[in-house]
């Protein structure tokens, strides 16, 4: 928990986490079924998409970018993959196009932000409608079924191991990788340099372009990784995957305390907001609050938080 | 005036104020002064209200007041500069001037923008600034952003002036005119409290000086009965000797050499030759394109003509990255925008130009980040708080220091420094100057961009004098004198004249 790197102080570190355990509290009150190890398990395999593209967020925000593409991304590489497997191609061989085509989607994003200097805010915006709209054209407005029955493919969205399902697997073993990156790394120092101080960064010899570009074509391939697990979850890739998924995203780096003007947060923070968002969701629907409401509770949690945030900062 | 007693303040357990008393009063220029470090603009924080004291009170006028934000202390008369600028670039001069009090037709919000701009146009000109008002905030230079500055604290009509390091970035001639201001201000009664450690100033300037030692007042004299010595003595506890320490460096090979080096609206026809261990200065008013000579070539500004020779090999640099490769190292000018990430952590700063050092496969090993850290602390004695303090939470003085600390780990071959010792207190310049002979006796070769003449002649073995963007001058050392050099900074000899 000493991740000097995001100077925060321990308050406001721990904060989610005293707002996750305080929403788990009352669920449990209102519902004790809510800690059964199955509705965790469940609870957990439903955050897992949501944390792995919030993973990535949290690399791009810290260097004081966004991305609202991700969620067409997500889309996209889920439609060429399954459009590949439904054509006869070797699934592995499928899957790992997909994962190249998601990195490579986030790098388009990263150079037009870095070489173009484009705002993230409108480059990304303006791919988001891209890259749906080439999901769109590739699948003909149509899901894509028939993807076949590779052992592998089935279990990355269905399988379990050691009791727990692999789409959280693939979470748990995510996030180590990516914080001890952010940790111990000198790109996940330069990472925070850029997102602090973009000038000074440059002018300490850092490459500032090739870091941004690094950052959204990481988060372009977690959204990959994400859509595999979805695609092979529902059998199949919906062209309208991933709508709104940004939001979750942002928000679950929000909730982790990460700062939107860069430079100051991590990824801890991030795990804990996506399982807040998580746990909302879950909780909810146990204690029978109506899907239109849900979204109203969501989005006054995720306010109050930034509030309370705002309060312990200055 | 104000009256301050036993103030005391820590910063989490780091006691940064031990019951320092502190008096000014009607009509006085009170000096502040101390290491970097000693609390001086801890104490006028504390006095304005942006930070709350542990112990101690402070009298307005015989009355206690307790002031919780800067804009009480305003109201009641106080206005100050602060160390760090606080301009708002994408603002108009004008806009940046009366912010926050913006004068309007009655209660509507609507501006009167000529009436702002008129007003503002005059508070600078009598401080000696022609500038349209209109312009951006970011078009000005340093300098005369900090000229913006203190017209801001004027146009408020304050009792009471406190100005944290005014003049750290202005050119001589807009000392003289600020000085003007103060002593024109003084005669009405304004009061100024003025933290410096520029010597030469404060006895020019101030009436008293009130001096503090690692947070404890040791004394309070009046200028006339005091000396540079004593008050050099008070500040660090000991005497300092000489200045200018020497060097006994031997001019080696030529390592750099420039031909017709060329930015558009910049500079043109730049040339120069830099030997190893040759400390070359560039001097010139803010302004003459010193600064962007230094980021062209340190591959930050691009070039429009020009060829540049690194030991005698013709290259080209195009980012600060392979600048850094090749071993130059460039101590920027403005800390706080272009020298640190201020929320980093004082080792995070200087492990940033070091990242190949400390690390291996990518991974940062914590030993070696820690070891380059040990070894500059002590090598430029920082004062910090422990490794993890935030290099925002530091003084001016050590900030700078840092600043230079992350480039002296890569071990340059060429160091290019831009006013490095800027807001440095004595005993810390002398240190800075030993650094820079030492590098220099090293073999290394060293630009250093200074506005402040007494270091230029203590310091070069040759000074390069520029004015609007063209070399006016290539002075060694044995011709240099303050003169000599002001004389070619401001053009050739009608300045000269017009100045006496
Ligand atoms: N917000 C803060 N948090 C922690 N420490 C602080 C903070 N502000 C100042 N300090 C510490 O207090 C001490 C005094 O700092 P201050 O800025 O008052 O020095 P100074 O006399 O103005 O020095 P300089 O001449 O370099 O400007 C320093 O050691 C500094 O690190
Ligand atoms: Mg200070």
Request: aromatic letters at 6%.
């Amino acid at each position: 928990m000493q991740l000097k790197t995001s100077n925060q102080s321990v308050l406001q570190k721990i904060a989610p986490f005293i707002g996750l355990f305080l929403i788990m509290t009352i669920i449990t009150i209102l519902n004790p079924d809510f800690l059964s190890v199955s509705n965790l398990m469940n609870v957990l395999r439903q955050v897992s998409i949501n944390a792995l593209i919030a993973f990535g967020m949290t690399f791009v925000i810290l260097t004081g970018g966004i991305d609202l593409s991700v969620g067409s991304t997500l889309a996209l590489t889920g439609a060429v993959t399954a459009g590949l497997m439904a054509s006869g191609v070797d699934p592995i061989f499928a899957m790992l196009l997909g994962l190249l085509l998601g990195a490579i989607l986030g790098a388009i994003n990263g150079i037009i932000i870095a070489k173009g200097k484009v705002a993230p805010f409108i480059a990304t915006l303006a791919t988001m409608t891209i890259y749906r709209g080439l999901t769109l054209v590739y699948t003909d407005g149509r899901p894509i079924s028939g993807l076949g029955d590779s052992l592998t493919f089935q279990m990355l969205g269905k399988g379990y191991f050691l009791g727990v399902p692999i789409p959280v697997v693939t979470m748990i073993i995510s996030f180590a990788i990516l914080y001890f990156i952010l940790k111990k790394t000198t790109f996940g120092r330069r990472v925070y340099a850029v997102g602090g101080n973009e000038e000074a960064s440059i002018l300490s010899g850092i490459n500032a372009d090739r870091i941004k570009i690094y950052v959204y074509s990481l988060l372009g391939l977690l959204a990959a990784v994400a859509s595999l697990i979805l695609t092979s979850r529902l059998n199949s890739a919906q062209p309208t995957a991933g709508e709104m998924f940004e939001l979750d995203a942002i928000a679950a780096v929000v909730l982790g305390g990460t700062s939107l003007t860069g430079g100051r947060g991590w990824i801890v923070g991030t795990l804990i907001g996506a399982l807040i968002i998580g746990v909302l969701n879950n909780g909810l629907n146990l204690i029978g609050v109506t899907s239109f409401f849900q979204q109203v509770v969501k989005g006054a949690v995720i306010l109050l938080a930034v509030l309370l945030d705002r309060k312990k900062t200055t | 005036m104000i009256k301050m007693t036993d103030i005391s303040k820590s910063f989490s357990g780091n006691q940064v104020l031990k019951n320092v008393h502190f008096t000014l009063e009607k009509g006085e220029i009170h000096a502040l002064m101390g290491e970097n470090g000693a609390g001086k603009s801890t104490l006028m924080k504390v006095m304005s209200g942006i930070y709350t004291r542990d112990s101690g009170t402070v009298e307005v006028k015989g009355e206690k007041v307790n002031f919780t934000s800067p804009k009480q202390a305003e109201k009641a008369g106080i206005a100050v500069i602060h160390q760090e600028l606080n301009i708002l670039p994408h603002l108009s001069i004008s806009d940046n001037l009366f912010l926050g009090r913006e004068e309007t037709y009655g209660r509507t919000g609507i501006l009167k923008n000529k009436q702002m701009e008129k007003k503002t146009r005059q508070i600078l000109l009598d401080l000696g600034l022609d500038i349209n008002p209109t312009d951006p905030a970011s078009s000005l230079s340093v300098g005369k952003q900090q000229i913006v500055e203190i017209a801001k604290a004027l146009s408020v009509d304050a009792e009471v002036i406190i100005m944290d390091e005014p003049t750290a970035a202005l050119t001589d001639r807009e000392i003289d005119s600020l000085f003007k201001t103060i002593r024109e201000l003084q005669k009405r009664g304004v009061s100024f409290i003025y933290i410096s450690h520029r010597m030469e100033e404060i006895f020019s300037l101030c009436d008293r000086i009130t001096i503090l030692r690692d947070g404890e007042f040791v004394g309070e004299r009046r200028i006339s009965e005091t000396s540079f010595d004593e008050v050099v003595q008070l500040m660090v506890g000991r005497e300092l000797g000489e200045r200018y320490p020497e060097r006994k460096s031997t001019i080696g090979d030529i390592k750099l050499s420039v031909k017709d080096l060329k930015r558009t609206g910049c500079f043109e026809n730049v040339s120069f030759e830099l030997r190893k261990g040759e400390v070359l200065s560039i001097a010139g008013l803010m302004g003459a394109g010193r600064t962007e000579v230094a980021q062209s070539l340190f591959g930050y500004k691009k070039l429009d003509g020009g060829i540049i020779e690194f030991d005698g090999k013709k290259v080209k640099i195009d980012t600060p990255k392979k600048a850094k490769e090749m071993g130059i190292g460039y101590v920027t000018e403005d800390r706080k925008s272009e020298g640190l990430v201020v929320d980093f952590s004082v080792e995070e700063n200087v492990s940033m130009t070091n990242y190949e050092a400390i690390s291996k496969n990518g991974l940062i090993s914590k030993d070696k980040e820690r070891k380059l850290y040990d070894s500059m602390v002590q090598r430029l004695g920082i004062r910090t708080s422990g490794p993890d303090q935030a290099a925002k939470s530091l003084s001016g003085g050590n900030q700078q220091k840092v600043v230079i600390a992350k480039w002296l780990g890569i071990e340059p071959e060429l160091l290019i420094l831009d006013e490095p010792t800027r807001g440095v207190d004595v005993g810390a310049k002398k240190e800075i100057y030993s650094i820079i002979n030492e590098l220099a006796e090293r073999g290394v070769a060293i630009l250093m961009i200074s506005s402040e003449l007494p270091e230029v002649l203590g310091m070069a073995d040759r000074v390069l004098v520029m004015h609007e963007g063209k070399i006016t001058a290539d002075i060694p050392k044995h011709e240099m004198t303050q003169e000599r050099i002001m004389h070619f900074a401001t053009g050739g000899g009608k300045l000269a004249v017009e100045d006496q």
